[in-house]
């Protein structure tokens, strides 16, 4: 009798096992498989196999059809954006910069994704499968989007004009030991000597993105933790926006206004009449013709600090949500998680006309970016001489030990962002004092802030 008992017990076991593996096989879609949707979705990134991708998603989910819109970036200028909301006219999957849904999420043209993320917990928080500290909540507590690649910012430095200074080559990764040392005053020693053999030292633009990392180098920030207060008043952080506009104000820098009128920054420092200069990563792809000329060789180092040197990495990213507008909330989520996924498990290394593009310091799926790079599936001409270091392009600086957490990419950005800019030119071309732009920010940023939070309410 005990026999029969446990055959079958046994017996009871298998057959569930044998259940959960055919309902495994034969799991049904998360939404109705005999309705035909319509998806439109933007191009994204040029050098991405869009067409491909889609294919495979199409491929997965028959029913539905993919319809490629518009462009990636551009896709939310205003006031052109909101018109297009305002008549329904946005597409269903929406792409931009880390400001954009934070910004129109609030407005109700992004959806609120935190009950799919938790729903998927195992994927979208598991730090070996996807970056989750680039997952963060906005001002009203809402997640509109999840990052589907990006690039930090680093500083580039010109290599003639370091060894003709007598310079040493600064840290290329936040653990190698030489980064205690890269502080404000090693770096300011730096421009000053490279101001000696060229034009400028450095070039420092009026970029809220090189301000962030400073001012948390420094141990300040633009807004508090719970996003209430625009404290850019912070001693820690005016004093970072005196050390940014110093280099400019002692001729060591250019002003950044003039420049734009040389063709920027950027030029003068392809041209090497700037030494360094604080930009993202993807800039790489630009230097790459007068790499392979041999008219320039240029590298990679990590920012300075002043003391902080924990989580001073900003890694802008491009993001994927869903618009309001859509028909079936669900199929769009599905096309962004394959995108975050199956995109770079399956297709991309599988394609036959997608290379890695240099300038694409690619998370959270880093991994497979340096397997095809170190298995060889591209030239190594793609990325400038042979002899070209890449340590930089392997290195994941875009981690949750290296990140500046939670950047405030927060409901009104956009509008405090322009104000900043906007009076910060003024100091940069010596026409008022930092304390002066600082105190008219404030004010500026205090009043939108205070009008954004009461339309939450």
């Known amino acids: 009798m005990l026999k029969k008992t446990i055959f079958a ?20 879609p998360p939404f109705d498989p005999d309705v035909e949707y319509t998806l439109t979705v933007p191009n994204f990134i040029s050098s991405w196999p869009m067409e491909e991708i889609n294919a495979a998603f199409m491929e997965k989910y028959p029913n539905v059809t993919i319809v490629p819109s518009s462009g990636f970036w551009d896709s939310h200028d205003e006031p052109a954006f909101l018109t297009r909301a305002a008549n329904g006219e946005v597409d269903d999957v929406l792409a931009g910069g880390d400001e954009y849904p934070d910004t129109y999420g609030p407005r109700g043209i992004w959806i609120d994704l935190t009950e799919y993320l938790e729903a998927d917990a195992d994927l979208w928080f598991n730090d070996e499968v996807f970056l989750s500290s680039w997952i963060y909540e906005n001002i009203d507590g809402a997640t509109y989007s999840v990052p589907v690649l990006g690039n930090p910012m680093v500083l580039w430095y010109n290599v003639d004009l370091l060894e003709a200074a007598g310079l040493e080559a600064p840290p290329q990764t936040y653990d190698d030991p030489a980064y205690v040392d890269w502080t404000w005053d090693r770096f300011t020693e730096y421009a000053e000597a490279l101001a000696e053999v060229t034009e400028y030292g450095v070039g420092i633009e009026n970029n809220i993105l090189i301000y962030w990392p ?27 926006l005196e050390f940014m506009t110093s280099f400019t104000l002692n001729g060591v820098a250019p002003d950044p206004s003039g420049a734009q009128e040389l063709g920027g920054i950027g030029s003068l420092f392809q041209n090497g009449n700037v030494a360094m200069w604080i930009a993202g990563a993807w800039n790489y792809g630009a230097y790459l013709e007068a790499m392979d000329a041999g008219e320039i060789r240029v590298a990679v180092a990590v920012l300075p600090h002043n003391g902080v040197m924990e989580n001073n990495v900003i890694c802008p990213a491009g993001r994927v949500g869903i618009s309001s507008f859509v028909e079936e909330p ?12 199956e995109a770079w498990e399956v297709v991309l290394p599988a394609s036959e006309t997608w290379a890695p593009s240099p300038w694409d310091n690619v998370f959270p799926r880093h991994d497979v970016w340096v397997d095809l790079i170190e298995n060889d599936s591209v030239p190594q001409g793609s990325y400038g001489p042979n002899d070209a270091d890449l340590s930089f392009l392997t290195t994941n600086h875009c981690n949750s030990e290296n990140m500046l957490l939670n950047p405030p990419w927060y409901g009104p950005f956009l509008e405090t962002r322009d104000v900043t800019i906007s009076e910060m030119d003024l100091v940069f071309s010596g026409e008022q004092t930092v304390e002066e732009a600082v105190a008219n920010i404030n004010e500026q940023a205090d009043l939108i802030l205070t009008r954004w939070q009461r339309g939450q309410r």
């Open 9 to 28: 017990a046994v017996l009871v076991v298998l057959l569930a096992a044998m259940s959960t593996v055919v309902s495994a096989q034969d799991e049904e």
């Open 214 to 240: 400073l001012i948390h180098s420094n141990g300040g920030a633009i807004i508090n933790e719970d996003l209430t207060d625009y404290t850019i008043d912070d001693p820690a952080v005016v004093e970072t």
């Open 330 to 341: 669900a199929v769009a989520y599905e096309y962004i998680k394959f995108l975050a996924t």
